[in-house]
């Protein structure tokens, strides 16, 4: 499905920011800002077409980590939000009709995607289950070559009380990082200066630091 706009204000931070490759930031009022970790395997600097990148959270004690006290907040009985931007960095073909990737998850394949023109966005709800766990794992299957990167914003109100079970969960933001030590910022540094895009400068590299992109080249 392709859009070039998102009209609902819950995912407005997200997927503007997503598909614009813009930073700008929002200021809320949260009750907590949790942060959390995605594995994303096998990491590698270069990707052929076809080839399958796995995200992965698993989180056994239902807890999630507090940013502004340091904390772990019980989370029992909530749907946590999964966002990811499939972005281009630098590549010959733009706004390919079938998207620069396939999202294939518990929804099924591409279920919940939206096209841009520079990106390939997956904007998902790890639904209540009946086990009530807080896991999920995406596959995602490059289908253009080029540099890319996964992009993971900050969710507002990505917490979400499973309403059969809880009434209510305070009005959060939830940010995943990738749990790595290398996200290929020598990859982002190989494209020409000229054609990164970014605005401003340096945006993209404190991003790779703060392992909320990590970036690839495809053949």
Do not use: H
């Amino acid at each position: 499905m392709r859009k070039y706009f998102v009209p609902t204000f819950a995912v407005f931070i997200t997927f503007v920011c997503m598909g614009m490759q813009c930073n700008k930031s929002y200021d809320f009022s949260y009750t907590y800002n949790f942060v959390e970790k995605v594995n994303l395997f096998p990491a590698q600097k270069t990707y052929k077409t076809g080839d399958t990148i796995w995200i992965q959270y698993t989180n056994p004690d239902k807890k999630l980590f507090d940013k502004n006290t340091g904390q772990l907040i019980a989370a029992d009985s909530v749907a946590l939000s999964f966002n990811i931007a499939y972005q281009t960095r630098f590549v010959k073909t733009y706004n390919p009709p079938e998207g620069y990737c396939d999202f294939i998850s518990a929804s099924g394949i591409n279920a919940d995607r939206t096209l841009y023109d520079n990106s390939s966005n997956l904007n998902r709800l790890a639904l209540c289950n009946a086990d009530n766990t807080l896991n999920f794992k995406v596959a995602i299957v490059p289908k253009q070559t080029g540099i890319f990167s996964l992009y993971l914003a900050t969710a507002a109100g990505g917490v979400a009380a499973c309403a059969n079970r809880s009434t209510i969960f305070p009005f959060s933001s939830l940010l995943y990082k990738f749990n790595l030590t290398d996200c290929n910022k020598d990859v982002y540094l190989s494209i020409p200066v000229n054609s990164r895009g970014e605005s401003p400068a340096g945006a993209t590299e404190s991003l790779i630091d703060s392992k909320q992109v990590f970036v690839f080249k495809v053949e």
